[in-house]
């Protein structure tokens, strides 16, 4: 990854010849299964691994017992690693000539920060790749029988983070109030009253069918529904992981929820 043109100094040569490789693998919403053959093959592989929260236990139990197990997670409010500290940690392995797998749930590029964490490696000519895994949105809201999409009901989708950098102003407010598509909202439970109200300040009717799905996939998933006007109170009974779905394919759920039949044959 040196550029062409430019000598090339010994030391250059010597850090291409010895560094590493970072994987961005993404583990999908949680249930095991839902991992691609590849995840799955370099879990099993792995050398190295630095994983977040939101990684299941059933997935890290996948993880190659000889492997070496970084935990760099981080919620709402509290972030064990920051994200500079991260990012020099995939440095500092890759740079030890270690290949290192780099463990996110859901996508690495939905709301993953897996592009930055690549940026970082790019001044180091660190050579990575990236192993896409099921977004929650798809996830989530597939094993609570709710199609993201649905001719009756809506032609479109948009995904959107509900965990703001700044303030909820980053977002375009009269545009979401007026969709007439699937809105889910990422990471958006502390938020989730200021999303109802900004929504229906600017169109959206406070009867908008909504949903919240908690641990989607996993073993304790829920799934809480109402109106958007009741969204905040909803959010109050719900605990992280959850993903907020927001249009009238979320009354499908009552009919098309496959997965809670399974739980209660277990």
Not at 60 to 77: D, H, R, S, Y
Not at 114 to 141: D, R
Not at 220 to 248: F, M, N, V, W, Y
Not at 250 to 264: E, G, I, P
Request: aromatic content about 6%; some cysteine; hydrophobic content about 40%.
């Amino acid at each position: 990854m040196i550029a062409q043109g430019l000598p090339v100094t010994e030391h250059e040569q010597h850090v291409a010849r010895n560094t590493g490789k970072v994987i961005l693998v993404g583990s999908g919403p949680g249930d095991p299964d839902l991992l691609t053959v590849k995840a799955l093959r370099l879990l099993q592989q792995a050398e190295v691994v630095v994983h977040d929260r939101l990684v299941s236990d059933e997935i890290i139990a996948l993880i190659n017992p000889q492997a070496e197990c970084f935990f760099v997670g981080k919620k709402a409010g509290h972030h064990c690693v920051p994200q500079s500290g991260i990012n020099q940690l995939l440095v500092d392995l890759a740079l030890q000539g270690k290949q290192v797998i780099r463990l996110k749930g859901g996508d690495p590029f939905i709301f993953g920060r897996g592009g930055e964490e690549l940026e970082a490696l790019l001044p180091f000519n660190i050579a990575f790749e990236v192993v896409p895994g099921i977004t929650a949105a798809s996830g989530c809201a597939a094993y609570a029988g709710i199609p993201l999409t649905h001719r009756d009901y809506t032609q479109g989708v948009q995904f959107i983070t509900g965990h703001l950098k700044d303030d909820a102003n980053q977002l375009n407010w009269p545009l979401l109030g007026q969709a007439t598509h699937t809105l889910v909202f990422y990471m958006g439970l502390t938020q989730s009253s200021g999303i109802a109200l900004n929504l229906i300040e600017h169109g959206m009717s406070a009867d908008m069918p909504i949903a919240i799905v908690e641990r989607g996939t996993s073993q304790r998933q829920r799934t809480l529904q109402g109106s958007l006007k009741d969204l905040g109170d909803l959010a109050a009974q719900a605990e992280s992981p959850s993903l907020i779905i927001i249009g009238g394919v979320t009354q499908l759920a009552s009919k098309l929820d496959w997965f809670s039949a399974t739980l209660s044959d277990v």
